[in-house]
């Protein structure tokens, strides 16, 4: 596994990575400002798991507030992804690990997500480098 670099002092939870399986939702800001709780449907819940970054990555700058997860087998709905305006309030590990630098940039510029330090902390350079954990040393030319 590969080992999370968190310069910006968001908090992380690790919930995600205890789990193989359950439903997500979204809770959205819509255009008139109110909330609005999105479900997702089963093929989506797969790519979920497969590609942690897309469930914060799939809305408009600014309308993603919440993202909960539903265990299977189980009622109780666990929030991954927290956030009030321009502040994260906290976020699971697996879906920061898998964070490029593309997704703060367009979707997240504005908040504490957005680091400068952080990007050079993990060695990034372009918007497909990955923002909280380090990038592989690029190769040299054959």
């Not at 979204?26 to 590609?51: L, W």
């Not at 909960?68 to 929030?79: A, I, K, V, Y």
Request: with cysteine.
């Amino acid at each position: 596994m590969t080992e999370l670099i968190n310069t910006t002092g968001i908090n992380t939870i690790n919930v995600m990575s205890n789990y193989q399986g359950g439903r997500f939702r979204h809770v959205v800001k819509c255009r008139a400002g109110f909330m609005t709780v999105v479900d997702s449907r089963d093929f989506e819940n797969q790519r979920y798991f497969k590609y942690p970054e897309t469930l914060i990555s799939g809305y408009n700058k600014g309308a993603l507030q919440t993202v909960q997860f539903q265990p299977e087998g189980s009622d109780t709905w666990l929030t991954l992804f927290a956030r009030t305006g321009k502040k994260i309030h906290f976020i699971d590990e697996t879906i920061l690990k898998e964070l490029t630098v593309g997704t703060v940039n367009s979707m997240f510029l504005n908040t504490n997500l957005y680091s400068q330090l952080q990007y050079s902390r993990v060695g990034s350079k372009t918007w497909a480098s990955y923002a909280y954990r380090m990038n592989p040393a690029p190769s040299a030319l054959a």
